[in-house]
């Protein structure tokens, strides 16, 4: 009976854990970067204006073998769809001293995205030419506008 009990506690902590993943802020070739897009706090939606998801990247290393590209896809209920794409220009390797010199890209976010809370963003890097060895991209934050 106890080690049913623990098996259960068990298996509700690692749900809870599961549940509470953190957002992962690196992209590389080989897994893309996580983060949560919110509404800032007393920013309302405007019917007059498509809704917008702003992306800061707050740092950057180019592929040795070539340039690459961020895919962009918004996922909710499990379901993904790509919102957009960007490249970082000039293509050099930078990094933000601090939030204010984050490279910053606008991207729209489709109406069935735009309302009902929270949207999780997979960012993709992909190789235009070679393999985007060693490339990686740095998300500093993601809100919606």
């Known amino acids: 009976m106890l080690a049913a009990l ?3 506690a068990f298996a509700l902590s690692l749900s809870a854990a599961l549940a509470a993943e953190p957002d992962q802020l690196i992209a590389t070739t080989d897994r893309p970067a996580t983060i949560t897009a919110t509404r800032p706090a007393g920013v309302r939606a405007s019917p007059a ?3 917008r998801v702003i ?4 740092g950057f290393q ?15 209920n499990g379901t993904d769809q790509e919102i957009g794409r960007f490249a970082i220009t000039p293509y050099t390797q ?4 601090n939030p204010d010199q ?3 890209f606008g991207l729209p976010l489709p109406n069935d995205l735009a309302s009902g809370g929270p949207v999780k963003l997979n960012v993709y890097l992909v190789p235009a ?3 985007g060895k060693g490339a990686s991209m740095e998300i500093g934050s993601a809100e919606i506008r």
Do not use: H, M
């Not at 180019?62 to 909710?76: I, L, N, S, T, W």
């Not at 930078?94 to 001293?97: S, V």
């Open 55 to 58: 992306i800061k990247v707050t």
């Open 94 to 97: 930078f990094r933000a001293a």
């Open 6 to 8: 623990c098996g259960a």
């Open 49 to 51: 204006q498509s809704a």
């Open 129 to 131: 030419n070679g393999a």
């Open 62 to 76: 180019p592929a040795q073998d070539g340039p690459v590209q961020a895919v962009v896809k918004a996922e909710r």
């Open 102 to 104: 984050a490279k910053r």
